[in-house]
T-cell receptor, first 114, second 113 residues
Framework: ELKVEQNPLFLSMQEGKNYTIYCNYS?????LYWYRQDPGKSLESLFV?????AVKQEGRLMASLDTKARLSTLHITAAVHDLSATYFC??????????????FGKGTHLIIQP | GAVVSQHPSRVICKSGTSVKIECRSL??????MFWYRQFPKQSLMLMAT?????????EQGVEKDKFLINHASLTLSTLTVTSAHPEDSSFYIC?????????FGQGTRLTVV
């Protein structure tokens, strides 16, 4: 059974600070996703990581993937209030061929204080 | 980019009635559609995978007779919650593969009273 562990689950930080969210998964996977969710809303896609060593950046967010360690990180640089949200990582099971449903981490509830 | 349109966004129904949720892929064909459920302050849990023209595959613990899924065309999948009860109140989200990533619908907030 594929398990996805995300930590921390709750993070309160000040604007301007840097921090990292970690996502560990238990079995081999082809793809890892990061999403943002605002209260009452659906998911907004942030990053899709497809291979070992992949690094993607968008604004103050940067995601990386280490498939050997089964670890992905989401790094926040110089946080601003607008980044307050819940962040989920999700992993696609590697069954080979065809699309599979995603297994999500529990989410990191991020609050950025002015 | 690829868009999945989900309706309704909110629905309130009486206990014992049925509710249908629609997901349409716009400008692309979704051979496979995924249905997730999210309870308040929790993560998303995969309920079922629907494939166009064939029976849906349900995750363990999800009642297939209660959550009816139909994927009759390459652009439309529906989830019907039958004989809804208050414990079915949740946020239901559909998703399809659009390019290298996954596209999510806007979600449906179901409240059963």
């Amino acid at each position: 059974e594929l398990k996805v562990e995300q930590n921390p689950l709750f993070l309160s930080m000040q604007e301007g600070k840097n921090y990292t969210i970690y996502c560990n998964y238990s079995t081999t996977s082809d793809r890892l996703y990061w999403y943002r969710q605002d209260p009452g809303k659906s998911l907004e896609s942030l990053f899709v990581l497809l291979s070992n060593g992949a690094v993607k950046q968008e604004g103050r967010l940067m995601a990386s993937l280490d498939t050997k360690a089964r670890l992905s990180t989401l790094h926040i640089t110089a946080a601003v209030h607008d980044l307050s949200a819940t962040y989920f990582c999700a992993v696609e099971k590697s069954r080979g061929g065809g699309a599979d449903g995603l297994t999500f981490g529990k989410g990191t509830h991020l609050i950025i204080q002015p | 980019g690829a868009v999945v349109s989900q309706h309704p966004s909110r629905v309130i129904c009486k206990s014992g009635t049925s509710v249908k949720i629609e997901c349409r892929s716009l400008d692309f064909q979704a051979t496979t559609m995924f249905w997730y459920r999210q309870f308040p302050k929790q993560s998303l849990m995969l309920m079922a995978t629907s494939n166009e023209g064939s029976k849906a595959t349900y995750e363990q613990g999800v009642e297939k007779d209660k959550f009816l899924i139909n994927h009759a065309s390459l652009t439309l999948s529906t989830l019907t919650v039958t004989s809804a009860h208050p414990e079915d109140s949740s946020f239901y989200i559909c998703s399809a593969r659009g390019g290298p990533g996954r596209v999510f619908g806007q979600g449906t907030r179901l409240t059963v009273v």
